[in-house]
């Protein structure tokens, strides 16, 4: 009898490893990898939803857009819109608010004197009064974005 009870152990330790490799084919490990996947999903709905990066037009990219809807060269829209640029801001150093139709307003604002804190401190800091420019969208813009 002894000698049936040694082939035995090794008969289980031959197909423990057969479970095991059978287990690994099996279901089983397709859950196991499910919540791989559950946890990778998160990750790819959140770069799915994640937005495409904004392009950043320039003003040379609207001469571009402009010259060809216009039949102007890029050079003359370039300069038309340059021009543009400077007149606003002219416009505004003296303090005169534009008002651009289906755009909105641009004026400037003063900013007064105040006390802040920093944040890495505590210790009041005082801000000195400055001017903003702020922008009002129309509510034509508003609805179209």
Known sequence: MPPAKKPAPAAKKTAAPAKVAAKKTSAPPSKAAAPAKKGAAPAKKAAAAKPVPQATITLKHLAAELAEGHDLSKKAAEAVLGDFVTLITR???????????????????????????????????????SKKIAFRPAKELKEAV
């Not at 909105?104 to 944040?119: E, K, S």
């Open 91 to 129: 416009q505004l150093v003296k303090g005169d608010k534009i008002r651009l139709n289906g755009l909105g307003i641009l004026q400037v604002r003063d900013r007064p004197a105040r006390t802040a804190r920093n944040p890495a401190t505590g210790e009041p800091v005082e801000v000195a009064a």
